[in-house]
């Protein structure tokens, strides 16, 4: 399984950047998928998910401290998820991962211990 992440890199404040995640080694449609991202030192934070479904019936879900600026997508046959990050804060500097998980999960988002499988991450600098 790879989950590899692009699209990082210094922006200044009220910014964009456009992350992408590219996955092999598992059916990409039968996995919600979500951003997680991590400042050293502390917690990991989850920051958006979006369910596996044909886009019809797919739903997206956002932490707080990015709705209304981050918008999750993913593309299932090209296998790639997407986070296009707007009106960037210093806050938002983070190491940001894309993460799997079975579909259907009924477990809240935010359980990042029942993510099967992380990328290596892509650094996002705001300043």
């Known amino acids: 399984v790879q989950l590899v992440e692009s699209g990082g890199g210094l922006v200044q404040p009220g910014g964009s950047l456009r992350l992408s995640c590219t996955v092999s080694?598992?059916?990409?449609?039968?996995?919600?998928m979500s951003w997680i991202r991590q400042v050293p030192g502390k917690e990991v934070e989850w920051v958006a998910g979006i369910t596996s479904p044909p886009s019809l019936f797919r739903t997206t879900s956002y932490a707080e401290s990015v709705k209304g600026r981050f918008t999750i997508s993913r593309d299932n046959a090209k296998e790639t998820l997407y986070l296009q990050m707007n009106s960037l804060k210093p806050e938002d500097t983070a190491m940001y991962y894309c993460a799997s998980r079975p579909n259907y999960c009924p477990l809240p988002w935010g359980l990042t211990r029942e993510y099967n499988d992380w990328g290596q991450g892509t650094q996002v600098t705001v300043s």
């Open positions: 080694g598992i059916t990409f449609s039968n996995h919600d």
